[in-house]
Nanobody, 124 residues
Framework: QAQLVESGGGVVQAGDSLRLSCAATGRTLSNSVMGWFRQNPGKERTFVAGISVGGSSTAYADSVKGRFTISRDNAKNTVYLQMNSLKPEDTAIYYC?????????????????WGQGTPVTVSS
């Protein structure tokens, strides 16, 4: 069964860095636009970053621009989210997802396959 598995979350202090990974089993990610989203309890899941199939195009939420970097290694079937200068407001569960489309989109309804999420907590 195809799965996306996130890892790399944890508890850090403001200003620290984390790198999240999203690995796929049972499917290849190399032909999928990929995205990272985050969600807090009782709130909507929001777009964080997205990357095109080849990796040449990326998109970011305004709140993370300049601090987060999405990348992919198709040979390793893995997508990454490098998060620097973390802030308490970055605290959330982070999910990776594979898009239903070949164009880079920010709406969660454009994404079909989701991982189980990895929690990130940033303390002040």
């Amino acid at each position: 069964q195809a799965q996306l598995v996130e890892s790399g979350g944890g508890v850090v202090q403001a200003g620290d860095s984390l790198r999240l990974s999203c690995a796929a089993t049972g499917r290849t990610l190399s032909n999928s636009v990929m995205g990272w989203f985050r969600q807090n309890p009782g709130k909507e899941r929001t777009f964080v970053a997205g990357i095109s199939v080849g990796g040449s195009s990326t998109a970011y939420a305004d709140s993370v621009k300049g601090r987060f970097t999405i990348s992919r290694d198709n040979a390793k079937n893995t997508v990454y989210l490098q998060m620097n200068s973390l802030k308490p407001e970055d605290t959330a569960i982070y999910y990776c997802a594979a898009s239903k489309f070949q164009s880079l989109r920010t709406g969660q309804t454009s994404y079909a396959d989701w991982g189980q999420g990895t929690p990130v907590t940033v303390s002040s």
